[in-house]
């Protein structure tokens, strides 16, 4: 993937039902060195979202979180 950017895949709504399908897709089937994030305006939710990622997948890579301000 590209060295020079922060991340190969940015997912906005995370949080929300047709995000969060798409954040335990991704956990479940991205390579393992994929270097992506989470973005949402709720860090709480955000961090939900991401313990349950990494309880249903231990293996999967991690996501940073980000919060975006509108």
Do not use: C, Q
Request: proline share 6%; aromatic share 8%; no cysteine.
């Amino acid at each position: 993937m590209d060295a020079e950017r922060s991340y190969d895949l940015v997912l906005f709504g995370a949080t929300g039902f047709t995000g969060g399908l798409t954040a335990d897709y991704l956990a479940a089937n991205a390579p393992a060195e994929t270097r992506w994030a989470l973005v949402g305006r709720n860090r709480a939710k955000l961090e939900t979202v991401a313990a349950r990622l990494a309880a249903a997948n231990p293996a999967a890579p991690v996501p940073e979180l980000s919060l975006i301000h509108i």
